[in-house]
Structures are given as C-alpha cells and as structure tokens.
C-alpha cells in the first residue's frame, strides 16, 4: 500500500528573490521526490508541492535553513487536492496580486572570488562575474519581480554556455538573473591613454598617484592610492573637500587590521553580504592611537585629517578585486581611497552620459562599463558600539529590505527631513527606507529625492494617500510635501517625537507602550519657535509631552554658530556666567572685533534663536576643551571630542548638570558643567580628560532623568545623531541597564535624520 498523496500551495515572504531561494526549493523538492512547481510573483515565491505527508513535512522543515543571502519572514500554507503531478519545475514569474520588493545589492561570494582567480574558469577574470548569491540586485532593477527581463542585464544576450547553466537545475548559476561570463556580459573601458587593457592602464593610473572615477555598483566611485599623501591632497584639493574623511578600500582583512582596530563583530559586517562602510578605530594616528600593536600605516594623514576613525570597506565587486590586482599582476595599491563620485554634497554620480561631464575635473580617467545602473544607490556606512552595528547610512545592501510595522498604516509617503533625508513609502504593516539621498538645500538633491520616491512606489505598488513631513515649516522636504500632495492628506510631525517613534518601530514597540525618551541632536524645530535638540519626551506613536530639555542658550547669526563652535562655547560661558577670561581656548579662538558683536548679540538677542541643542552643547565642550573651534563638516568638533575622550579614564572629578525640576517641562541647566570645565581648562586639565568626564556626566543626567521618572514606564529609548557617539551610547545604555532599565537603541536605521521618516510615518498614526 502506497502513502497517501497530499498537495500544498506555500507562500513565502521575505527576501527571496534574486538570492538562488527558487533553485534552492527545487534542490530540496527534487532530493525528496516531490512533485510540483516553484515560481516568483510579486508577493515572494510560491510553492505548488505534492507528494507523502512525511516528505512535505521535511520539505517544510529544510525551507528553515534558506540560502544564506535569503531571509524567510514567513510562510502560509493552504491544502489543495492533489493531482497526481509528476516532475518539479521552476517556472516563470507570476504576476499576481501582493507586493514583493526586489532584493537588495549582495557583495561578491567567496565561491565567484575564487573563480575569478583561478585561471582554468572560464570567468577567469571576469570583472562582472556573479551568481545566484551575489551581485548587483536593486541597482540594476527597473520594477518587481526580479527578472533578467526587467533589470539592465537585459541589454545583454545569454551566451549558450550562460544558458545552459542558466537553465541547469544542478548548477549554482540556476536561474541567476544577472549571470554573464566574458563572451556575453558587460565590457570594461578606459577613457585614458594607455596599452588598450582597461584594468592594466586603470592600475597604472592608480599607482603613479592619478585620480581614478570607477564605476561601481550604486554609482561612480572616485579613487586614488590611499598611501600617495599627494593625490590624497589633490583629491581633497578637486572634490572642495575641507578635511572631511574619505572612506578607504582594502583587499581584505589582514589589511583592514593594520590601519584600524577590528574586532569580531567588525569584522562580522565588513564582509557581511552587504558589505558596508566600517568605522574603525584608527592606528597610527597622530592624536590618537587606538592600539599600541600597530604595524606600519598604509594611510596618508591626509585621508582622515584628525579624525579618530576610518570608514573601511572591503572589496564587493570583481572590478574591485582586480583594482586592486591579482597574483601575476604588477603591485597595486593595498589601500585605495574610494569615495563618492561627486562634489560636496551633491548625489552620487551614476550615468554614464553626466560622468563624462560631471566627473571631468574631478578625475584623470574613468574605468567604466556598459551595465547601466538604473537606481543610484550610495555606500551605506555603520560603526560598530558593544558589538552590536550602529547604521550611519542605510543605503546599498540593505535597501529596499523592508521594516514590519507594529500598527497598520495609509498607503504613506514619508518625505523625512532636510539632512542626509531618506523617504519612507508604507502601507498596511510594512514600510520601505528608500537610500540614502542627501542634504535638500542641493537642488540636485531635490530631484534625486523625486526619482528615488517614484522608484519606490513602483517598486512596492504602494500610492500613497497620505503625506507626511516634519513641523519645520522652513523645511524644504516639507514644502515639497505640500507642493506635491495634490489631493492628499498632509501631516507633519515634530523633528524629535519622529526621532523617538523610529526606534519605537523599528523594535516593533505596541502601539499602547508609552517609553522615556531621549532625542539629542543638532537641530530641530520645536512648536515654541526654538530650536530643540537636548529633550526628553514621554512618547508614544501617537503623541508626546516634553518632560525636560536643556535650557535655552542664543544660538548667535544660526550657521555662523554651527560652524564655529568657539562661539557656541562663549555663549555658554555667557549663560553660566562664567566670563570670557582671556587664558580659555574659545576666547582666544574669537577675534576681538567678532567677541564685541557677539557680546552685543547674547546681550541684547539680537539675530539669536533660543536652542535646547545638545549637539551644540557638544561643539561648545569641544572648543572649552581646546579641542576644536572651527569645524569643516558636521558633527567633526563632537567627533573629535569623543575620539580624545575614548579610554581616557575621568579620575575623580564629576560634572554635574543642575536638573530645575520646580516646572514642566523641567529645564536642565548646563552651567554648572560649563563652570567647571572653564576651571579644568585653566587649570590645565588635558583634554580627554575634559571630554571624558563629559561623556560621563551626559550619561549621568539621562539616568538622573529616567530615573526621576520612572513611575511612567522604564522603557527608555535613546535617538538622535548625538547617539551616533558611540562612547555616549554605551556609556548611556550601560548605566540604564544597570539600573533595570530596558533601553531601545538605533540598530536597523539611523539616529540620525536618516532614520526620521519611519518615525513620521508611525507617528502620523493610523487611519
Ligand atoms: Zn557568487
Ligand atoms: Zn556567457
């Protein structure tokens, strides 16, 4: 007597596309002798499967064991009458109702690398080489599903050994959408002079210290020898760069930990399938050493100019591989600085036609390629705090993966904020980050904005009805939202509640849960007319109450302030009434003639906005510390001021902030803290010490605080770009848990405004 047959429909959700999941379900079925069908559509992958109830229940079992660039959210399973089917089949896309997005980019595999380096492969040195694992994957695609047809690959004809093992269920290029070799895929140019081998006079380039534009994956990348002090200087000099760090690439690892500290879980995310940014810990380093083991430094000082750490990256495309040169190549670079291939604040450069252009003066030649990139999609960037990834910049390897929402949504269109802005399409209970796109007040940046948020909507079928943006009324992503929401609803939401709701949802917080939760950043708008950036809000999705904020300081002439923190120092010494004596750092910093305007200023209020801003607090301690008192990008005085405070013990002493709890909200004078770093400094107090002691005393006033309120809930959510510290934040999450606290950090967006529309989204609440 043979098994009863039993047939089942399986719907599959999550990542599964483009990551070899239908060649994987074919393997599995064809092992245990079931019969059926496996096919995308625009919901995931569906099963059509037949056989014993013991072989299915197996096959369900090793469905928990996906490929490993797969992520299985969940899968449905619907009995169907079974119809004696022989044979599996992998068959086409479906095109049915349901959304599916496609997957994002994968860096190169460990089985491609080594065929790539092995001379009896056909693909033996084939820059575009890719399978069902690896390879570009959003970038390259023009709408779900993910389908040769529908991505640029489908400029390109299969040769017949592609489609043989395109179409071979035992081969692990099965249904690789982007599968190419050098008879039929893409082709490499060069537009310098040289010998006619793209790569050869690419390398050559590099190593007689010229300025490399290379096409990559989300877009051009600028590059140059990142131990040529020189073309390090003049890449500065061409992009109008100040001393802003660029990010570097390295051949692997061992290299990556003779420039920086890397530890295991660094180096879990350097070669992680997205393969991002790291920001590591630097050797060597003139004003800081993180390491007294170091090796010889491969880095010219001039790559990251003071600061404490270099963004790494390892090397995620087969063109990467081979800038780099393999074994019976003439020596490379062995750090190669890789940054944007743009002008300050720009969008990234991506087609070919503007890089001729837009590229020109910026690069000596260009190393492209006939691929076309139909998304631009940046380097995503994330440092690493208690070993756990602390996302900078969510962009290429993680976009478009979505984010389950705890409450159901509108079809959403959050526009997020006007730096580093992402935009957020939601519906139901899922939301989709777009890219990183960049700073508003670029025109270019606007239309980026434009081109990435219709993208999106075509890429998850989501038409939003509804309009969300930030209460800045100044705003120009909020002006864009009312310019362009036609008949739809708009919504907006304060900067720092949308900073807390992020983290809320990104840890999937119940829409009834209430938590402490602390914003600190540069800037935000407060409904009062300040600007805040030191709150603490009790918070949920739906509302907020300010419990406390720093107290109010002039913020003097606005950018001016920003970026010079030696004002912002004198307006706190102003405050706390501490004098300006002639022996501290910012008081020399300030010309006499500009000391008397901003004296007149604080006085009278004249040009002055009020600010509760934590990050300026930073920039003011940085400049007290004499530290830094002009800054050349954002952040860097803050930046600076961690990186000399980092292993520096606080010895004794304590700063203390004075909490006025007799209002709400209570108001948290900084003066004290100001008084005695004013002493400290007089007194000679070195400046890791300073910042140490800050750090701490920060950490102190947020545990000060939660704790003072803990009646309300001990659920404690820390956001804002001044969580992007990480000796802030581990200092801070330390001495919460510490106290049973359960603290909600940043992991899967940004602290920064990156992270601000999905905090927008959820908190414009549902229907
Ligand atoms: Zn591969
Ligand atoms: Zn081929």
């Not at 900078?392 to 959050?414: E, K, N, Q, W």
């Not at 992503?477 to 949802?505: D, F, K, L, N």
Request: charged fraction near 20%; glycine fraction near 10%; hydrophobic fraction near 40%.
């Amino acid at each position: 007597m043979t098994a009863e047959r039993r047939r089942r429909r399986l719907r599959i959700r999550g990542v599964v596309q483009g990551v070899g999941f239908r060649p994987f379900v074919y393997t599995t079925a064809t092992e245990l002798a079931l019969a059926g069908e496996v096919g995308n559509d625009e919901a995931g992958v569906l099963v059509e499967i037949e056989g014993t109830a013991a072989a299915l229940d197996e096959f369900a079992d090793r469905l928990r064991q996906p490929p490993p660039a797969a992520t299985v959210d969940s899968v449905e399973c619907t009995d169907l009458a079974a119809r004696d089917d022989t044979g599996f089949r992998i068959v086409g896309s479906i095109r049915a109702g349901g959304r599916t997005t496609v997957p994002p980019d994968a860096a190169l595999c460990d089985v491609c690398a080594g065929e790539l380096r092995d001379p009896g492969n056909r693909r033996y040195r084939h820059p575009f080489i890719n399978c069902t694992g690896c390879g570009p994957r959003f970038t390259i695609a023009a709408g779900p599903p993910f389908d040769r047809a529908r991505t640029s690959m489908a400029d390109f004809t299969l040769c017949d050994s592609c489609a043989r093992e395109y179409a071979d269920p035992a081969d692990r290029r099965f249904h690789a959408q982007s599968i190419c070799c050098p008879g039929c895929g893409p082709v490499l140019t060069y537009s310098g002079a040289g010998t006619g081998d793209a790569l050869a006079d690419a390398r050559a380039l590099l190593r007689a210290g010229g300025i490399l534009a290379v096409k990559g994956i989300g877009g051009y990348h600028l590059a140059c020898d990142g131990a040529d002090a020189a073309a390090v200087s003049e890449l500065r000099r061409r992009k109008g760069r100040g001393d802003k760090p660029f990010a570097v690439m390295v051949p692997n690892l061992e290299t990556a930990g003779q420039i920086a500290r890397v530890n295991a879980a660094s180096a879990e995310l350097l070669t992680s399938a997205a393969h991002p940014i790291v920001l590591l810990p630097r050797r060597r380093c003139p004003r800081y050493d993180h390491g007294t083991d170091a090796a010889p430094s491969d880095l010219a000082e001039a790559v990251a100019p003071g600061s404490p750490d270099i963004g790494v990256m390892l090397p995620y495309t087969a063109l990467h591989l081979l800038l780099f040169g393999l074994p019976g190549d003439p020596p490379g670079p062995r750090v190669l600085v890789m940054t944007s291939g743009n002008t300050g604040g720009e969008p990234i450069c991506y087609d070919d036609e503007d890089a001729r252009t837009r590229l020109a003066g910026l690069a000596d030649a260009r190393l492209s390629h006939n691929r076309r990139i139909l998304v631009p999609c940046d380097d995503s960037v994330l440092r690493v705090v208690d070993d756990i990834g602390l996302p900078v910049r969510r962009s290429r390897g993680y976009v478009p993966v979505p984010i389950a929402l705890p409450m159901a949504a509108p079809p959403t269109l959050a526009v997020g904020g006007d730096v580093k802005n992402t935009c957020v399409v939601a519906s139901g209970r899922t939301a989709w980050p777009s890219q990183h796109l960049g700073d508003m007040d670029r025109p270019a940046t606007l239309a980026a904005f434009e081109t990435a948020e219709r993208h999106l909507e075509r890429l998850t079928r989501v038409t939003p009805a509804r309009v969300v943006a930030d209460a800045h009324p100044g705003y120009r992503s909020t002006g864009w939202a009312r310019r362009h929401a036609g008949q739809r609803e708009v919504r907006t939401v304060q900067h720092h509640h949308a900073h807390i709701a992020a983290v809320m949802g990104e840890h999937g917080l119940d829409p009834a849960e209430t938590v402490l939760g602390f914003a600190f950043d540069g800037t935000g708008w407060g409904p009062d007319g300040a600007i805040w950036g030191g709150e603490l809000l009790v918070a949920g999705y739906h509302g907020f109450r300010r419990l406390a904020h720093l107290k109010y300081v002039p913020l003097a002439g606005g950018d001016v302030t920003v970026h010079r923190p030696y004002r912002m120092a004198l307006a706190h010494l102003w405050a706390s009434g501490s004098g300006w004596p002639e022996n501290l750092a910012p008081v020399r910093a300030c010309p006499p003639a500009e000391r008397a305007v901003l004296a007149h200023q604080l006085r009278t209020g004249l040009g002055c906005v009020p600010t509760s801003s934590m990050g300026r607090l930073f920039d003011a301690v940085a400049s007290l510390a004499g530290v830094r008192h002009v800054v050349d990008y954002e952040a860097q005085a803050a930046i600076e001021l961690e990186g000399s405070a980092r292993d520096v013990p606080t010895g004794r002493a304590v700063y203390r902030f004075a909490v006025l709890p007799a209002t709400e909200p209570a108001v948290i004078d900084p003066a004290p803290v100001i008084a005695a770093i004013a002493r400290d400094a007089s007194d000679a107090v070195p400046a890791g010490v300073i910042g140490a002691r800050f750090h701490v005393a920060v950490a102190r006033l947020v545990l000060e605080l939660a704790l003072g309120h803990a009646e309300i809930t001990r659920t404690v959510v820390l956001a804002g770009g001044v969580f992007q510290n990480s000796l802030l934040l581990s200092t801070t999450r330390a001495l919460l848990r510490d106290h049973g606290f359960t603290v909600r950090c940043p992991q899967r967006l940004p602290p920064n405004d990156g992270g601000l529309a999905l905090g927008q989204v959820l908190a414009a609440g549902a229907n």
